[in-house]
């Protein structure tokens, strides 16, 4: 360890650079909401408040647009990814949608589908896939009669329901619709200790890779809506391409978790299967081991959090979670939000590791944001390329970008009205979209060379890991005459 952070020394003198600290060059994209009914507007906008692109909608937004490449590269090529809230949704409470629309730049329909049926309701997030498939997460609608076979203890709600959840991916059918193609449902996933006739009856510290169903209140008698059957409220899911996996949050539970994606469905249902061999159960959870009965209320580390993502390869930190935990202190209509970044017990490979009758750690986070931000629905947050951090009050509908030492370089405040707010605002690099999959030296595919690129070779030749991308000298092989070549390019540029 000594000797590779003497590289880098050796290397940052050298060269005479650091991270910058200073804004990212970029887009930010994002949709201010005013109230609960009504249309919105999606604002892509420029660091000088120029904006640059919008999208009218007839429907509200569920939570935060995305961009996603089209046929041909540019900005201008992109299609904008848009879940909304549906006029009658067959299930509602905080962060209810119900389609989700892909969009030209221009703001054609290319293709719309809707998940608001007797039996699931999406609500809140998406994410786009690097396919052009989508994931979407839902509401799964139980009855009490269900539950109580599974061996729920009670459920004390006027609908006399249960809401579990699920999450599908869809993939465009070409018709200007979409067409399921994988799913996994928290339902085929749990364990309990209340009843032995019962299905998955066992002790629950032997099984965290389970969800207990006796955890947490299924709904309440009123809300967003009027009374529901909420029981497990995911607010976000994201993926990493590399490992194939899902990680999503559930403020309910106070709790993320991580799936395996590359399961078939059926493997999905089941307990072995997919890449890591354990089918569609949790590969690794965080923030509450109490809900696994391998801690106490002391261990919580997290509250009704959203936006967990991970840390993008070549970003400082990758691979790391980072999230906005929403009540980090206090409680109800008051209490201060903080971001959290944290380092999971993971290999290179995405094998998560726990100690016999021990949570799964850290058992703290390395990084964190909290200075006067706060709010209680939606909020988020984002790593930058240059290592600053993207972060959305909600509530006050305020963007703001900090660098790592906490200073903010960037903000922005829809003052529109008073009622405005803004779930997650995300920014994309000036030439994101542009074609630079065969760029030499672009280690981390952002577009742009820079000391991220050095750092990242270096580690590539370090861990004895080979891309085309690093070996700018084309002898087959990542070396010091690589690192030197991408030096030189980083200056001259």
Not at 148 to 164: F, K, T, V
Not at 204 to 219: K, V, W
Not at 222 to 230: E, I, L, M, R, V
Request: with cysteine; hydrophobic share 35%.
């Amino acid at each position: 360890m000594k000797r590779n952070m003497h590289i880098y020394a050796a290397l940052l003198m050298i060269l005479g650079v650091s991270l910058s600290q200073d804004v990212f060059e970029g887009y930010t994209l994002f949709t201010p909401q005013v109230g609960i009914g009504g249309g919105a507007t999606t604002y892509l906008m420029d660091n000088d408040y120029n904006i640059i692109q919008s999208w009218n909608h007839s429907n509200g937004p569920a939570s935060m647009p995305y961009l996603i490449s089209g046929d041909e590269p540019g900005f201008e090529n992109t299609l904008l990814i848009y879940p909304y809230r549906v006029d009658n949704p067959t299930m509602e409470s905080g962060g209810v949608g119900g389609a989700v629309q892909c969009l030209t730049f221009e703001g054609e329909l290319v293709w719309e589908y809707v998940l608001s049926n007797s039996d699931y309701q999406h609500h809140h997030d998406v994410e786009p896939l690097p396919n052009g498939n989508v994931l979407l997460i839902a509401w799964e609608k139980k009855t009490a009669s269900d539950a109580y076979a599974m061996g729920r203890e009670e459920i004390d709600n006027p609908l006399n329901q249960m809401w579990s959840s699920a999450i599908f991916e869809i993939q465009p059918d070409g018709n200007g619709s979409a067409e399921v193609v994988w799913e996994w449902h928290l339902w085929d996933h749990l364990v309990q200790d209340y009843c032995p006739d019962c299905p998955n009856y066992a002790t629950i510290s032997d099984h965290p890779e389970l969800f207990n169903i006796n955890n947490g209140d299924a709904g309440t008698a009123s809300g967003p809506g009027g009374a529901n059957a909420d029981w497990i409220h995911i607010n976000a899911v994201h993926y990493h391409n590399e490992w194939d996996q899902i990680v999503f949050s559930s403020r309910y539970q106070s709790e993320i978790f991580v799936i395996d994606h590359s399961t078939t469905t059926e493997e999905a249902a089941g307990h072995s299967g997919g890449n890591y061999g354990k089918g569609g159960d949790f590969l690794y959870r965080w923030g509450n081991p109490q809900n696994y009965n391998r801690g106490h209320d002391s261990d919580q580390i997290i509250s009704d959090q959203h936006s967990i993502n991970w840390i993008p390869e070549g970003y400082p930190g990758e691979n790391n979670f980072i999230l906005f935990n929403n009540y980090h202190s206090g409680s109800g209509p008051s209490g201060e939000s903080a971001v959290l970044e944290f380092v999971p017990p993971v290999d290179e490979s995405g094998n998560y590791t726990i100690e016999d009758g021990e949570p799964y750690g850290p058992d703290s986070y390395i990084w964190s944001y909290d200075e006067n931000i706060f709010t209680a629905m939606q909020g988020g947050t984002f790593r930058l390329p240059n290592g600053n951090t993207l972060i959305t009050d909600c509530d006050s509908a305020h963007i703001l970008e900090v660098n790592s030492e906490g200073e903010i370089v960037w903000e922005y405040t829809d003052n529109g009205s008073s009622n405005t707010v803004i779930a997650r605002a995300q920014k994309y690099a000036l030439d994101y979209f542009d074609d630079n999959d065969d760029m030499q030296g672009d280690i981390n595919g952002d577009g742009t060379l820079n000391i991220l690129d050095l750092v990242s070779l270096i580690n590539l030749i370090l861990s004895g890991e080979n891309i085309n991308t690093g070996d700018l000298n084309e002898d087959g092989m990542l070396n010091i005459l690589d690192v030197v070549l991408l030096a030189n390019l980083i200056l001259n540029n």
